[in-house]
């Protein structure tokens, strides 16, 4: 996560945030403060829904929206209508306390659509805001073109006002390093062009202390794609070898004897005697190896031998060999469930069906995306709404692929972590 949008309406939420997506940001737009972001989101866009509450409500929204985002290392947008109706000074200030930024950087042009500042003023294809129909809006109405004043109705907090010639001076960074010192304060700034708000947003990110941006559309498209893309490792994959098939043993003696993956080995009848230890220590072995950034592969047999086992087993259990099949998936899937809440991985590669449907029932997964083919007969995907999101999602029937399989899916995953 790189950067966080505070919006008070939907379509702003939204025409804010495709500013972002443009410039290539993974950008998603949540419709209340409790949701959360899939893994691999660039930008989280909060709609807080707070245009036409009171003020006390409308603070409390912001306050919710940026709950438990303070510490992180966060570029933190507030977006604001661009006539400033709503409750403007009250989100604002909000969302200064509630992220612990000293300085709010105010731009709501957008030279584009018409909406410019100057002298201080909001102009609506140059004419002054209160002029025109904005002032007279049915939920929100305004009654000053000056963004000063509409602020200082609002809020207790300093307003200062930076003019174009200051923007335009190349020392604007400097002059908001010396407005942090009288933090905390609003700084609204003039911008007619496009380059003005591009200079805005440069010095504000030179800054070492990122102030709030506060703007529409118009800042937003000004800002860097630096500003809101996140570096995306190549995360390692996590591949569950379920399967006692040949095809499989050898894909994974392959993968294992070109040093393409680490291995963790189960003893699969400690884990359907004993789950809770055997489970703790295998996912000890697996995310220590993740976290290190090794592809990891979880093997269930290495040799025509295992087949053999599974019949002794189910004599010993007093299951038939679908039952025990269905607890060893079951546990499987539960193994694969806790590496994953212990430690990040890029993607899963699963093998053999009934440990595939285990593995997405543990997950919480409602369906299967498929997107691309890896190989013949191998789909690439996502479990939907799963605990993983949309995470590549590699699956392969036991007996299916080449030697090579398992070694060109990870390379497969691979070169999508490369495109981003």
């Known amino acids: ?56 409500d409308a603070a ?12 992180q290392d966060l570029l933190i947008y507030k977006k604001i ?34 909406r410019t500042t100057l002298n201080g003023e909001c102009l609506v294809h140059q004419v002054p805001l209160a002029q025109t129909e904005f002032a007279s809006d049915p939920r929100t109405p305004i009654n000053s073109s000056r963004i000063k004043t509409i ?7 300093p307003v200062t006002e930076v003019a174009l010639p200051a923007v335009r001076s ?35 990110l030179s800054l070492a202390e990122t102030p709030l941006l506060v703007g529409a559309a118009g800042l937003a498209a000004a800002l860097p794609a630096s500003a809101c893309i996140t570096t995306h490792l190549a995360l390692p994959v996590l591949v569950l070898a379920g399967s006692m098939s040949e095809a499989t043993r050898r894909q994974v003696a392959l993968a294992i004897s070109q040093q393409r993956a680490q291995v963790v080995e189960i003893d699969v009848a400690q884990l359907l005697k004993d789950e809770s230890p055997v489970v703790s220590e295998l996912v000890q072995q697996a995310t ?6 090794q592809h990891t592969i979880l093997r269930t047999s290495r040799s025509e031998a295992d087949r053999h086992q599974i019949d002794r087993l189910c004599q010993h259990m007093q299951l038939s060999r679908a039952a025990l099949g269905e607890r060893l998936s079951q546990r499987l899937g539960k193994l ?14 699963l093998t053999g ?20 083919e890896v190989a013949p007969c191998i789909p690439c995907g996502a479990l939907i709404n799963s605990e993983i999101d949309d995470l590549p999602v590699i699956t392969k029937a036991g007996g299916f692929g080449t030697e090579s399989a398992l070694c060109d899916a990870l390379s497969f995953i691979e070169e999508m972590y490369s495109d981003h």
């Open 81 to 114: 209508d661009s006539t400033f109706r709503g409750n403007v000074g009250v989100e604002i200030e909000a969302a200064l306390h509630a992220s612990g930024k000293g300085l709010a950087l105010i731009a709501a042009a957008i030279p584009g659509a018409g």
């Open 288 to 293: 220590s190896l993740l976290a290190a950034g």
């Open 151 to 157: 602020l200082q109705q609002q809020s207790g907090l």
């Open 170 to 204: 190349g020392e604007l960074a400097a002059l908001l390093r010396q407005y942090q010192h009288q933090a905390p304060a609003m700084i609204v700034v003039d911008a007619l062009t496009e380059q003005d708000l591009s200079v805005i947003a440069e010095a504000a």
């Open 60 to 71: 409390k929204a912001v306050t919710q929206a940026l709950a438990g985002w303070k510490q």
């Open 1 to 56: 996560m790189k950067t966080i949008v505070i919006a008070d309406d939907f379509t702003g939420a939204n025409d804010t945030g495709v500013q972002l997506a443009k410039k290539g940001a993974r950008t998603e737009v949540m419709l209340f403060a409790g949701q959360q972001p899939s893994r691999r989101a660039d930008v989280l866009v909060i709609n807080t829904e707070s245009r036409a509450l009171s003020p006390s």
């Open 353 to 372: 069906g009934d440990i595939a449907i285990a593995v997405a029932k543990a997950l919480g997964a409602e369906g299967y995306r498929i997107q691309q």
């Open 336 to 349: 694969t469930l806790a590496i994953i809440e212990s430690t990040r991985i890029g993607g899963l590669f």
